[in-house]
T-cell receptor, first 115, second 114 residues
């Protein structure tokens, strides 16, 4: 069974650019959540996708957007990058069948640096 | 509002000593509670979780946690710490309806002295 994978591992961008981060969910999982973890902070919920639809969003501006594909993999897109977007971006997948009781399985993250 | 507080930013213990990491939560109902560990540059690994039932839960790597409703706490404990336990520990609340998101605390960084 393959766990959650994310690509790329590291990324360096400059202010104003756009970035796309990718996540492959664990086999059998149809829900993907994205979190932003700034240095020295806990992860903050960005949004969640279930069956290719956004299923809730945290306190992030619209320049953070996402997609989920039929194979349940997902992308996080960030437009007009700002310095404060520098963070570790974590993807987590879970099976929705058990509802909220389902554990979220986290990927290793993508480290984004904005210069 | 839902929130998680981890009062201790840093904790240092000697190898072999006991450990307790504190976690307090604010949630409208009985939440789902989790403890995760994160090693430097790594993702999050689940140590243990509480949904209902026995308030003392056992996890991996010899960790346990106790849910105390009256204190809105879910403290993590380990009787004897190993040098490999040095890492950052996060407590999280899982929403029980709507968007099944996690709300994390700010973490406690554990240092282990040889």
């Amino acid at each position: 069974e393959t766990g959650v994978t994310q690509s790329p591992t590291h990324l360096i961008k400059t202010r104003g650019q756009q970035v796309t981060l990718r996540c492959s969910s664990q086999s059998g999982h149809n829900t993907v959540s994205w979190y932003q973890q700034a240095l020295g902070q806990g992860p903050q919920f960005i949004f969640q996708y279930y069956r290719e639809e956004e299923n809730g969003r945290g306190n992030f501006p619209p320049r953070f957007s996402g997609l989920q594909f039929p194979n349940y993999s997902s992308e996080l897109n960030v437009n007009a990058l700002e310095l404060d977007d520098s963070a570790l971006y974590l993807c987590a997948s879970s099976p929705i069948s058990g509802g909220a009781r389902n554990e979220q399985f986290f990927g290793p993250g993508t480290r984004l640096t904005v210069l | 509002a839902q929130s998680v507080t981890q009062p201790d930013i840093h904790i240092t213990v000697s190898e072999g000593a006991s450990l307790e990491l504190r976690c307090n939560y604010s949630y409208g109902a009985t939440p789902y509670l989790f403890w995760y560990v994160q090693s430097p540059g790594q993702g999050l690994q689940l140590l243990l979780k509480y949904f209902s039932g026995d308030t003392l839960v056992q996890g991996i790597k010899g960790f346990e946690a106790e849910f105390k409703r009256s204190q809105s706490s879910f403290n993590l404990r380990k009787p004897s710490v190993h040098w490999s336990d040095a890492a950052e520990y996060f407590c999280a609340v899982g929403a029980t309806s709507g968007t099944y998101k996690y709300i994390f605390g700010t973490g406690t960084r554990l240092k282990v002295l040889a």
